[in-house]
């Protein structure tokens, strides 16, 4: 069947702007642990709660100051104000977390595209059609499989219906792995699978290559 790279390019763009959203807009260092980055998303996340905790306990001690004055009676001396060090530094950790998961956003967007670009080159490569020779060869590796022109395939017989469906399922998972899905036919306890890469027009090697993990599925089911 039609396999499809343009959902993983699609979520690799995503993941990208995603982790730059929640770290720029959020919390920094939310984007990066969502891209698995763990040492810089916890460092940066650790910065800007600390960073936070300095400014908040500023801002309790300043409101206590001016609720301070204004309890305070008349001729009595006035409540000092807090020292600004402590929300400057305060502020200057968040500001470093952020710059900090700024660049690391920066990096997981380039990083992001590359794989894209990876993920479409390696789909190319796979949607080459075999020449006749080739599939001689591989159909030998597979020999219960039956070519049927531009398509190979295999019935499967199990125990029973619910032996069928566990293999069924495991072929799914497969074919969503491999982003490449297999036309199935169900019959009780029989299961035919047919693979072609229709982009290609033709038989390709990840028509091959998946007919032998549906093998090795059947075996352990």
Known sequence: MKPSSAAKKKNNRSLGRNAMLLNQLATPGLGSLLAKRWVEGLGQLLLAVTGFCMLFVWFIRLMASYYGQMMTEAGSAPASLPSGNLALGGAGLFALAWCWSLVT?????????QVSLTSLENFATGLAQLPESQILLSLASITQWQRQGDLITRTYEFADFLVAMKFVNAVASLAEQAQHHPDMD????????????????????RDFGLAQECDLQADRV
């Not at 956003?105 to 595209?113: A, D, E, G, K, L």
Request: proline share 0%; glycine share 6%; hydrophobic share 40%.
């Open 186 to 205: 169900i019959r009780w306890n029989k299961v035919t699978l047919a693979l072609t890469t229709h982009d290609a027009g033709g038989l390709t090697r």
């Open 105 to 113: 956003s920066f990096s997981i967007m380039r990083t992001s595209s």
